[in-house]
């Protein structure tokens, strides 16, 4: 596998086809020709059964893990046909990730999710898909932030309209190490057990939504109730 878009150790996966790799147990996958590098975030492809590319969708529901540096254990083998297309996906323990210069600060104990950019990973803020819990704090830097501090002055030509090369170059970005830990993040929990706050883009509610012990359809029956009553009166 070659080029800057190159699934490396530290990118966050999604799934697309399987192959089997063990401090960090690792497994052997393959990977989409030049798709994949070390400490991203990766998911499964659904066109090829087995093969991974790199996520790029915040809290993308297909994550499947994040691409290892140096495992401890390796389950399967990346010998033979095609290694070349082949990365260490952990399956569980401690491992470097790479994160989106875009992600909110970021401290120990905080879910990591994917982001749009192409296997970054970023603080999740919201209920969703997450691959693991942060051991390192991280502070976005102005530096990581800006393509241009990446142009050559003396070049003309690289007045960087071309953020997308900035965006994948490995060496643009921090990486701190994470806890792999698929599961769903519900949103920040206080210490009495109560969620801070929820955002969804629609809430569904099949049987009665309540809010204080009060029922707020009946709530909102009464006080159209309460409305019609008072237009009523108004009129006489």
Known sequence: MSGDDSI???DVVTISNTRVILG??????????????????????????????KADRAYDGKLIGIISTNPGVLMGSIDGEGKEDKRMLALSGRVPVKIDPDSPPIAVGDFLTSSSRPGLAAKATRPGY???????????????RNPKSETNSNDQNSNVQNVSN???????????????????????????GNFRALEVDTLKVNKTLEVGGVNV??????LEEEIRDLKGRLKH
């Open 8 to 10: 490396a150790a530290g």
């Open 24 to 53: 960090t147990q690792s497994e052997a996958w393959r990977t989409p020709g030049s798709d994949s590098g070390q400490a991203r975030m990766t998911e499964t492809e659904v066109t090829t059964k087995g093969v991974l590319r």
């Open 130 to 144: 997450v691959v693991g819990r942060a051991l390192e704090a991280w502070t976005p830097k102005s530096e990581i």
């Open 166 to 192: 900035f965006d994948i170059r490995a060496s643009n970005f921090d990486t701190i190490e994470a806890f792999l830990q698929l599961t769903y993040y519900m949103g920040d929990i206080d210490p009495w």
């Open 217 to 222: 359809m009946d709530r909102i029956t009464k």
